[in-house]
């Protein structure tokens, strides 16, 4: 990268890049392309990207691919138009650019037959956990059936997020992005949320839904009713963005919606007489998921300009096992909304992605804890926000390809 805009990177593919992902520490890239091909490319000590490796990944498109944690190895997760979940490992003994270095350690399919269309990783210390939605709107939720390997997963629960199965032929958009800290918001812990629990946002067609996914005494995370669920944009929701800073005092969410607005959410766990949640046995939740989980919440007046004067959804009396053992309110509103067109990508800047980001061009010393957010979109351009004095969201940046006068 320079001053001027983005570094040209061969990334070998003659089809479109459709997904991007970088480790933890932002010197690893893995892509998926239309080519069905993935791709790893890693920083060299010059700031340069170099093919590690490129191979076929899936008998499709390549949809969506992660890295896992930071404590877990070279992990990687992809899903493709092949219907497949793919987990790969590095093989350091293999060569470079051999096809052969990352090996697919574990698939599977769709029980009933449907792409996925979305995955991320939660890791909690050295336990990982793995969200997949698939294109009609069934979430789930795995993890390894032993911890320290990822050879073999077992699947924790399910649901429709939608409340049923997206008919064929509607346009859709399903997304799932996890709170990425170790643990979750300070002041949801006070207000009564167990620490060890799992935050999870989902887009719904035109909403994004919250869920707080609790371990119950038999060691398996359950879902529950969504705790939350974000309004405003008037079209689909394309993106959604958790902030990884746990530090902050209430949880901020970032989306990025069709209707070419970014919006920024903030949640709140007003603090109450709560016990820690816990729940006693598993969730009344049939396989086929006919129908949603009981707990209601209530709906706030509708509309953009509403949202931002303050207004907020909250979920009241929560009962979240069924015998009132643990009650914890959410509230919502909309902080602010920043007009795009055509973007499709949110992405908060964290930790050593964030220093290999900036540091090239920028000295901004709050960049490494999840203040910093970067949205993209069809004019291919970057940019990059962060929040200012007087509670705005502010671009400070705006990154554009090279062109031949640059070069």
């Given at each position: 990268?320079?001053?001027?805009?983005?570094?040209?990177?061969?990334?070998?593919?003659?089809?479109?890049?459709?997904?991007?992902?970088?480790?933890?520490?932002?010197?690893?890239?893995?892509?998926?392309?239309?080519?069905?091909?993935?791709?790893?490319?890693?920083?060299?000590?010059?700031?340069?990207?170099?093919?590690?490796?490129?191979?076929?990944?899936?008998?499709?498109?390549?949809?969506?691919?992660?890295?896992?944690?930071?404590?877990?190895?070279?992990?990687?997760?992809?899903?493709?138009?092949?219907?497949?979940?793919?987990?790969?490992?590095?093989?350091?003994?293999?060569?470079?650019?051999?096809?052969?270095?990352?090996?697919?350690?574990?698939?599977?399919?769709?029980?009933?037959?449907?792409?996925?269309?979305?995955?991320?990783?939660?890791?909690?210390?050295?336990?990982?956990?793995?969200?997949?939605?698939?294109?009609?709107?069934?979430?789930?939720?795995?993890?390894?059936?032993?911890?320290?390997?990822?050879?073999?997963?077992?699947?924790?629960?399910?649901?429709?997020?939608?409340?049923?199965?997206?008919?064929?032929?509607?346009?859709?958009?399903?997304?799932?992005?996890?709170?990425?800290?170790?643990?979750?918001?300070?002041?949801?812990?006070?207000?009564?949320?167990?620490?060890?629990?799992?935050?999870?946002?989902?887009?719904?067609?035109?909403?994004?839904?919250?869920?707080?996914?609790?371990?119950?005494?038999d060691n398996s995370y359950r879902f529950q009713s969504p705790v939350i669920e974000l309004n405003g944009p008037r079209g689909l929701v394309r993106d959604v963005a958790w902030s990884p800073a746990s530090w902050m005092v209430n949880d901020v969410i970032a989306t990025a919606a069709n209707d070419g607005y970014v919006r920024i959410y903030e949640v709140f766990t007003p603090r109450t007489e709560s016990k820690t949640i816990t729940i006693k046995g598993p969730v009344n939740n049939p396989p086929e998921f006919a129908s949603p989980p009981s707990s209601t919440?209530?709906?706030?007046?509708?509309?953009?300009?509403?949202?931002?004067?303050?207004?907020?959804?909250?979920?009241?009396?929560?009962?979240?096992?069924?015998?009132?053992?643990?009650?914890?309110?959410?509230?919502?509103?909309?902080?602010?909304?920043?007009?795009?067109?055509?973007?499709?990508?949110?992405?908060?800047?964290?930790?050593?992605?964030?220093?290999?980001?900036?540091?090239?061009?920028?000295?901004?010393?709050?960049?490494?804890?999840?203040?910093?957010?970067?949205?993209?979109?069809?004019?291919?351009?970057?940019?990059?926000?962060?929040?200012?004095?007087?509670?705005?969201?502010?671009?400070?940046?705006?990154?554009?390809?090279?062109?031949?006068?640059?070069?």
């Amino acid at each position: 990268m320079t001053a001027h805009g983005f570094k040209g990177l061969t990334h070998g593919s003659a089809e479109l890049v459709l997904a991007a992902h970088y480790n933890f520490y932002g010197t690893r890239l893995v892509t998926g392309s239309a080519d069905h091909k993935i791709r790893v490319f890693d920083l060299t000590a010059e700031d340069n990207w170099e093919l590690v490796d490129a191979w076929r990944g899936h008998n499709g498109e390549v949809l969506d691919v992660k890295w896992n944690g930071v404590s877990t190895g070279q992990i990687i997760g992809s899903i493709g138009e092949d219907l497949k979940l793919k987990v790969w490992q590095e093989d350091e003994m293999q060569a470079h650019n051999g096809g052969r270095r990352f090996k697919c350690i574990f698939s599977q399919s769709a029980a009933h037959q449907v792409n996925y269309v979305s995955l991320d990783f939660k890791n909690i210390h050295h336990e990982s956990y793995l969200a997949l939605v698939t294109r009609d709107g069934l979430v789930s939720l795995s993890e390894p059936t032993r911890q320290d390997f990822f050879d073999d997963w077992k699947e924790l629960d399910q649901f429709w997020v939608a409340g049923g199965r997206i008919a064929r032929g509607r346009e859709t958009s399903f997304k799932v992005s996890f709170q990425h800290s170790s643990r979750p918001n300070y002041n949801a812990i006070v207000a009564g949320l167990s620490d060890n629990a799992l935050s999870l946002a989902v887009v719904s067609m035109e909403a994004v839904k919250l869920y707080r996914i609790i371990k119950p005494e038999d060691n398996s995370y359950r879902f529950q009713s969504p705790v939350i669920e974000l309004n405003g944009p008037r079209g689909l929701v394309r993106d959604v963005a958790w902030s990884p800073a746990s530090w902050m005092v209430n949880d901020v969410i970032a989306t990025a919606a069709n209707d070419g607005y970014v919006r920024i959410y903030e949640v709140f766990t007003p603090r109450t007489e709560s016990k820690t949640i816990t729940i006693k046995g598993p969730v009344n939740n049939p396989p086929e998921f006919a129908s949603p989980p009981s707990s209601t919440y209530t709906r706030a007046p509708s509309g953009i300009a509403t949202s931002l004067a303050g207004a907020s959804r909250s979920l009241s009396n929560v009962n979240l096992d069924g015998n009132n053992d643990g009650q914890i309110l959410h509230d919502w509103k909309m902080i602010d909304e920043i007009k795009q067109e055509g973007v499709w990508r949110v992405e908060w800047v964290r930790n050593g992605l964030s220093h290999w980001l900036v540091s090239l061009f920028l000295n901004i010393s709050d960049c490494g804890t999840g203040n910093m957010l970067v949205t993209t979109g069809d004019v291919g351009k970057v940019h990059l926000w962060r929040k200012g004095l007087n509670g705005k969201w502010m671009e400070f940046a705006d990154l554009g390809p090279e062109t031949s006068d640059n070069n």
